[in-house]
């Protein structure tokens, strides 16, 4: 069977084993005579799919009793108009702008509440994730990317923003760390970088931020509407929460977040210190805001790229492209990347760059 390593940034790879696992039980699940696709999303068989998926998520990353995880869909790109929405009360926000992902979370808000940039790092290209930063204490919430998918950085820590609650888009390093999930007050993820397939967003919100929607607020888009329904108000993405289930099931079988923490960080080290150790490529982000999911390198001469991107596709290192707002290329290599792909990309980073010198 073919199988590519593939550094794609989102849709993103998922495990062997669980695409395996899904093929498997895809044409009759568990003695069904039907696939997940046709279960009523109200069966005993569907309700047990989405009960397990949530308690494995809660184990896996320690989710406190008094928060509630939601299934929903619409992407995290939805969310950026759902928490303004549910969260106003002041009528407004602070955001940190460290990036793409975060200007168009601000973009959106801004239609809802008045948006306060208390931080951003544009000054240079967001290669940087701002240090310092002063939190409104009348600000409804403070809005971060924890992750820049796009430009490579990551908040290597989690600011404190005293009582004003964290909202946190982590859509590309969900599951990919041990965190606190009680410093937040929400945490919201589209599912196509670290949980499973496109369609599905993982709500994770403190019990006391629901139910205070602004009366124009979408039924679809009130977080007490999935709440009360336990995200079956009406028909949810069910094959993608049952993939999720799948790779929640792969990661507490390999160790849970600590195990995966470990390996994320050994096969970013392996491709940071190879790029820092060359003198053909080159990192662009600051040593101490680098991302351990995405990770943007370039060739100082920038007419090599394309013949770097068409000479790793003919060995199986695919999507390799660097946004274009950054240029160059960009290693993506969420959980289920296996750290021999890493290692067969720095095998053939080397050949390149020698053939190329
Ligand atoms: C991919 C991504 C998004 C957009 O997610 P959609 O599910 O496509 O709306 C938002 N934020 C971050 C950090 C991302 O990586």
Redesign the pocket.
């Known amino acids: 069977m073919k199988r590519v390593h593939n550094f794609s940034?989102?849709p993103s790879m998922l495990p062997l084993e669980v695409l395996e696992k899904a093929q498997k039980e895809l044409p009759n699940y568990q003695d069904s005579g039907m696939s997940v696709m046709e279960l009523s999303h109200r069966s005993g068989l569907f309700t047990d799919i989405i009960t397990q998926a949530e308690s494995l998520l809660r184990e896996l990353m320690h989710i406190p009793d008094n928060y509630k995880v939601l299934f929903v869909q619409?992407?995290?790109?939805?969310?950026?108009a759902a928490i303004p929405l549910n969260l106003k009360k002041n009528g407004k926000a602070d955001y940190i702008n460290t990036?793409s992902?975060s200007k168009?979370?601000m973009k959106e808000a801004k239609k809802f509440i008045e948006v306060n940039e208390i931080a951003s790092s544009e000054d240079k290209n967001f290669t940087y994730i701002p240090a310092s930063f002063e939190v409104d204490p009348e600000a409804d919430y403070v809005h971060i990317?924890?992750?820049?998918?796009?430009e490579g950085t990551a908040f290597c820590e989690i600011p404190d923003t005293g009582n004003v609650p964290l909202v946190a888009?982590?859509?590309?390093n969900i599951l990919s760390e041990e965190i606190d999930v009680s410093k937040f007050g929400i945490i919201y993820?589209?599912?196509?970088?670290n949980i499973g397939p496109?369609g599905l967003?993982v709500v994770i919100i403190r019990e006391d931020l629901i139910g205070h929607a602004s009366a124009q607020c979408p039924t679809m888009l009130d977080y007490q509407t999935h709440s009360e329904s336990g995200s079956l108000y009406n028909t949810p993405p069910t094959y993608g929460i049952y993939i999720a289930k799948l790779v929640f099931e792969w990661l507490k079988d390999l160790g849970g977040l600590k195990e995966m923490q470990a390996r994320n960080e050994k096969k970013a080290a392996l491709l940071y210190d190879y790029i820092a150790a060359s003198d053909f490529y080159h990192s662009p982000v600051q040593e101490d805001s680098r991302s351990l999911m995405n990770i943007p390198f370039v060739i100082p001469n920038r007419d090599l790229d394309a013949d770097f991107i068409k000479a790793a596709q003919e060995e199986g290192l695919e999507t390799l492209k660097g946004h274009r707002s950054v240029g160059g290329m960009r290693a993506s290599i969420y959980n289920a990347m296996p750290v021999e792909g890493v290692e067969a990309l720095i095998v053939f980073m080397k050949k390149f760059a020698e053939a190329n010198q």
Request: glycine share 16%; net charge positive.
């Open positions: 940034a989102g619409g992407g995290a790109s939805q969310q950026f990036g992902w168009k979370a990317t924890t992750n820049n998918t796009i888009d982590m859509s590309s993820a589209g599912a196509q970088k496109a967003t």
